[in-house]
């Protein structure tokens, strides 16, 4: 089955990422395309909404991975939102993100976003 990937800058540095499709070891290659140049900017944020994903192996993982450990050293986040059940089961399965906030959708993900802005704020 075939990948497609959109990607949308939600708000300046946020950007939703959304695979659509099967992200195994013959499509991976097309979400980590996209990856690699959205990290060549400034991003602060990358948000895989997984809504539309129905299948990821070991090679869609680690292209996630990837993405986080160089968010990390950018300071920046990357989140999960929308994770189908058999998606969610295979991160459980390989405990790959055991820190990672995974949200159940963009509502909650904004929530989340909307609080840490203004303890931002707050703090400042």
Known sequence: MALRVMSDEKTPGVYVVSPVGSLDTNTYSTLQQEVESLLQGSPQVIIFD???????????????????????????????????PQIEKVFEIIKALPDQRIFKDIEEL????????????KEG
Request: aromatic share 4%; no cysteine.
């Open 50 to 84: 997984l809504k539309e994903l129905n299948y990821i192996s070991s090679s869609g993982v680690s292209v996630i991975l990837m993405a986080r450990k160089v968010m990390k050293s950018k300071e920046g986040e990357v989140l999960l939102v929308n994770m189908q």
């Open 110 to 121: 904004d929530s989340y976003l909307d609080r840490m802005q203004k303890k931002v704020i």
